[in-house]
């Protein structure tokens, strides 16, 4: 297949190469079938628009094989049989598969591989079928039989075949290309949340592939173009096509991921080091300086969320955070959201911050979480589809090496390590080293870059001046030698200011309820507010913040 060959393809007094839509799928017949209809019909009806569609077909040595990873080794070769061919930087290479019967860590480890090879994907759960239902008839018609159906793929193919049998359709996919306008409007409304990685609710986003085939003109010139770093696309057209592209590019997807947004989490697996405190009085520095700052409690200690003001309760029967904390935003990929999860500090700080509550009942949920690898990374992926409405996102973790550490460090750009700079707390620094280690390989296996390490942050320290004098500054000084750690400029003093912030109550009627401050709110003027402003500035500029 030669790409020169096809001058019918060229536009005068433009680049002389056509774009190319490579296409692997899952299926052997129909997926291929379909896309060689549509190919035709542009060959007959648009001889003049800058576009080529290959379809794939599958080696005779892959026979019957299905898998995801099948599917992309169509792709390799593909690439790998054509090294010599001019290959341009708007080609674009895509991948039509199903959720089907495939496990989640399955698909995720796909669409890593899609991101690091720049292939595109579209994914239909639960099958490809569920694509050429739409050009038929409304979701709504057989939307209630397929949600029935336990084996949800073989219905789909059954109402297919019944809807063309009513439609008096020969079958021949000819007959599907007038519908694709209305395909693709009521695919598009099924895509609920099309930031996330693959649809998790019976859709299909095969529209984003055939979307971009159908809506060209079948005349136009270099002037109704424009040419961007991903092709040639259309000026306005019949929808918008620019950011649908911006929503599913492989590329710009890991470009995008947090966007400006930096998270940090707040990590020792010693405690008593003053995590807490440094994080929600961090999160209370940063918001005062008009960063848009989201805190999550991790913790099943939750005292992060004790200490925002979220527990003004004494009695089981008025918790309110038990069924919408946390755990909800891990536990599965398709419910629990930030935006329906987040609180907003009570009478903590102004301005208040928003934040994802933790609970006790988190100690005994680990093994839920345990039992799929995805659930490690499931609260980074969903701080991504809110990564415009925050500046800082801090995540104050368990003081321990589980599951709930290991989420919060896979999530988090950076880490920052309050530490007393005592015994126990430094022989823990070559534990966070060899957990971050780990971390890791983690993160690079799912695409993301080793974690960045802002620096210890000395806390709870004495603040006897002969002390601060001497032996603080050796112990500063034994961390980096030592353990090979930056030590961070500014420092936390144990006051008792700052457990005043947290023990602080309220009298309502005959009871005194839990009324925690921000040090700002405690007493702006103070030696802690100073310092916590100080800290701020200083994490800000390690992350390349504008204040």
């Known amino acids: 297949m030669s790409r020169e060959a096809t001058s019918s393809y060229r536009l005068p007094n433009f680049t002389d190469k056509p774009k ?23 060959e007959k009806n648009h001889r003049e628009s800058r576009l080529h569609i290959h379809v794939l077909e599958r080696h005779p040595d892959m026979g019957g094989q299905s898998a995801p990873k099948y599917v992309q ?9 054509n090294k010599s061919y001019d290959f341009q930087d708007y080609d674009e290479l895509w991948m039509v598969i199903d959720v089907d019967r495939w496990k989640e860590e399955t698909l995720l480890e796909l669409i890593n591989a899609c991101r690091q090879k720049n292939y595109f994907l579209a994914i239909s759960n639960p099958c490809f079928e569920l694509w050429l239902i739409l050009h038929l008839t409304e979701f709504h018609n057989i939307k209630d039989e397929i949600e029935a159906a336990i084996a949800k793929s073989q219905k789909c193919k059954q109402l297919r075949g019944s809807l063309q049998q009513d439609l008096h359709l020969s079958g021949n996919y000819n007959d599907y290309i007038p519908f694709i306008n209305q395909a693709i409007k009521r695919a598009k409304e099924l895509d609920t949340m099309p930031e ?30 424009n040419n961007n770093q991903n092709g040639y696309i259309l000026k306005q057209p019949a929808s918008n096509i620019k950011q649908n592209n911006q929503n599913f590019l492989p590329k710009m997807e890991h470009k995008m991921t947090h966007n400006d947004m930096k998270v940090i989490a707040i990590y020792h697996n010693k405690g008593g080091v003053g995590k807490t405190t440094v994080a929600v009085n961090l999160a209370a520095a940063l918001r005062n300086m008009g960063k848009r700052i989201l805190l999550i409690d991790i913790d099943a200690q939750a005292n992060a969320t ?3 003001g979220l527990v003004k309760f004494l009695f089981d029967e008025e918790d309110d955070l038990r069924s919408a904390n946390v755990f909800h935003l891990l536990k599965d990929s398709e419910n629990g959201f930030i935006p329906e999860l987040r609180r907003q500090s009570k009478d903590f700080n102004t301005p208040e911050i928003d934040i994802i ?52 460090l896979i999530a988090a750009d950076y880490l920052l390590i309050p530490s007393d700079l005592k015994p126990f707390a430094n022989q823990g620094l070559p534990n966070v080293r060899n957990f971050i280690r780990l971390i890791d390989e983690t993160r690079i296996s799912i695409g993301k870059v080793a974690l960045k390490i802002i620096g210890v942050l000395p806390s709870k320290i004495l603040s006897n001046p002969k ?33 005043d912030c947290f023990s602080k109550d309220i009298e309502i009627g005959d009871l005194r309820i839990p009324d925690p401050k921000s040090i700002f709110k405690q007493d702006k003027n103070s030696e802690s507010a100073k310092e916590f402003n100080e800290l701020a500035i200083e994490v800000l500029e390690k992350m390349g913040i504008n204040q």
Do not use: C
Request: charged letters at 25%; proline letters at 4%.
């Open 196 to 225: 996330i990685d693959y649809p998790s609710n019976i859709s299909t986003r095969v529209y984003r592939l055939v979307e971009k085939l159908t809506y060209l003109p079948k005349k136009y010139t270099s002037s109704n173009l």
């Open 306 to 308: 004790f200490a925002t």
């Open 73 to 81: 080794e169509m792709l390799d070769n593909f690439l790998q049989e």
């Open 467 to 499: 002390y601060l004098a001497h032996t603080f500054e050796h112990q500063k000084q034994h961390v980096i030698d030592k353990y090979g750690f930056e030590v961070m400029n500014n420092r936390i003093i144990d006051r008792k200011i700052l457990a």
């Open 357 to 408: 509550p933790s609970h006790i009942s988190l100690i005994d949920k680990q093994n839920e979480l345990n039992v799929y690898a995805s659930s490690r990374w499931r609260l980074d992926k969903k701080i991504q589809l809110i990564s415009g409405e925050y500046d800082v996102v801090i995540i104050d973790s368990p003081p321990s090496r589980d599951i709930y550490a290991e989420i919060a």
């Open 20 to 42: 190319l839509y490579i296409i692997a799928a899952e299926g052997q017949k129909t997926e291929p079938q379909y896309f060689n209809a549509l190919k035709k019909h542009y």
